[in-house]
């Protein structure tokens, strides 16, 4: 089940030369991918205007990007494993940078629509290769404090895309949502080329996994597509139940058709080891609560309180500065601790940020809310550098970017789950804030459990890196 001969060969920690270089590189890119997975919503009203759109366009502009990032990442930690982990992120962000000039240069909602397509399929190779390429550059405390980082990047731009996209669409105009990634993408590839160790030679000769590569992305196109458009057909309607019926076989037929080659785009053998299983569950639990709920507190705070995009941005620093402060923190010392404390503890904190959170009435307002946003920030400040760093442990140096890609899958598929059940639920009620309200506790249950499965399964020491 080992796979010996697909991978670049091992690489060992960057030269001293480099610092935190490529750490700055992999930071931007991930921080322009995420920037534009969700400042788009903010910028929807000007793009509907501007170039005459329904509504229908308006939610594909948003779904051809999701579609492709959700399938796209574990294929992508593949190939960076089989061609090189520097090389396939380069390519991907010179794709995203070139997807977004399309975007903003679209003369009509058919032309975006497709660039958001490229935007998507080129930032599932980025968000795999954040993770893999820490993996590969940094050992010991520093890949800690670097898996840090990473996590408080990530956090701080999901919270506060309604402040930078209200102010970019206000000042310059829905386009420059795009046309800023433009500068951000050269200047990664720039410290890419010069400050990311070379990839060692890729070995040739293996067959392609047509199998895998055919019933994987079909699958999850298929679970993504139809996760998208129960709110309009309903759990129950024909194409609904067809589609769940054709995601379910590809994805059984998956596992089956990886296990019997000798050199798999998934290793089954990973699941073997419990810390790395229990990573996979507490990841899809992280993104799959709290930041399931990110779009209707987004929503809540425009449609029922009235905030404009930028100040809803502003509401959002009381889950952002604890993410910020915690993160870097937690991951210095995490290898000091027993490998499940800090994913089990900051899961259970988010957990009862969520708690706080409810009791919502028609009177409530954000300051109701911000004592529950600050303790699950300070919770997702210790959960996420934790959960990144344990994806990657449980893996040697051929299969990072394959480990990798199997998190970032389990945190997309928990988002895109999430977003349509907590829509669906919230459809239910009549009172809004009643749904909301409600939504809390659920978020809180599915926390609660990833909390449960990081204590049970992860170890007390991760693998050694």
Request: one cysteine or more.
């Amino acid at each position: 089940m080992a796979v010996r001969d697909q991978a670049v060969p091992p690489t060992h920690p960057i030269p001293a030369p480099y610092g935190w270089w490529p750490l700055a590189a992999i930071t931007a890119a991930l921080a322009m991918l995420m920037l534009d997975a969700t400042v788009v919503v903010v910028a929807l009203p000007d793009i509907r205007h501007d170039l005459n759109t329904g509504l229908g366009d308006a939610q594909w502009t948003l779904n051809a990007f999701t579609l492709p990032l959700a399938c796209g990442q574990l294929i992508a930690g593949f190939l960076g494993d089989r061609f090189g982990r520097r090389r396939t992120f380069a390519r991907g962000v010179l794709a995203f940078g070139v997807a977004s000039l399309a975007c903003g240069l679209a003369p009509d909602s058919g032309v975006l629509i497709a660039a958001r397509a490229a935007q998507g399929a080129s930032g599932a190779v980025i968000f795999a290769a954040t993770l893999s390429l820490i993996a590969q550059c940094y050992r010991g405390r520093a890949r800690g404090t670097a898996f840090g980082i990473r996590g408080a990047v990530a956090g701080a731009v999901v919270v506060l895309s309604p402040l930078l996209g209200g102010a970019l669409v206000a000042t310059l105009g829905w386009r420059w949502v795009f046309f800023v990634n433009l500068p951000v993408s050269a200047a990664v590839l720039a410290v890419t080329r010069l400050r990311i160790p070379a990839d060692q030679a890729p070995r040739g000769g293996q067959r392609p996994d047509w199998g895998g590569l055919l019933t994987l992305p079909t699958g999850l196109l298929l679970l993504t597509l139809v996760l998208l458009r129960v709110g309009d057909h309903g759990w129950c309607g024909t194409s609904t139940l067809l589609m769940f019926a054709g995601a379910a076989a590809a994805l059984a037929a998956f596992p089956l058709i990886e296990a019997r080659r000798t050199d798999p785009m998934l290793d089954l053998s990973l699941f073997r080891h419990r810390t790395f299983t229990g990573t996979q569950l507490a990841t899809l639990c992280t993104h799959g609560g709290f930041f399931g709920l990110l779009l209707y507190l987004s929503l809540y705070f425009q449609d029922q309180l009235g905030y404009s995009p930028m100040k809803t941005g502003l509401c959002f620093l009381a889950v952002n500065l604890p993410i910020l402060l915690v993160s870097p923190v937690a991951g210095t010392v995490m290898d000091r601790l027993p490998a499940r404390l800090l994913p089990g503890a900051g899961l259970f904190l988010v957990a009862a940020g969520l708690l706080l959170m409810h009791g919502l009435t028609p009177a409530s307002g954000w300051r109701d809310l911000a004592p529950g946003l600050a303790v699950a920030g300070t919770g997702l400040g210790l959960t996420l550098p934790a959960l990144g760093a344990l994806a990657v442990a449980a893996a040697d140096d051929r299969r990072l970017g394959m480990a990798a890609g199997v998190n970032t899958t389990a945190s997309q598929a928990g988002l895109t789950l999430a977003t349509a059940v907590y829509g669906a639920l919230l459809r239910t009620h009549r009172d809004t804030v009643a749904g909301l309200d409600q939504l809390m506790l659920v978020a809180a249950g599915v926390t609660a459990v990833g909390a449960a499965a990081a204590l049970s399964l992860i170890g007390r020491r991760a693998p050694a890196v």
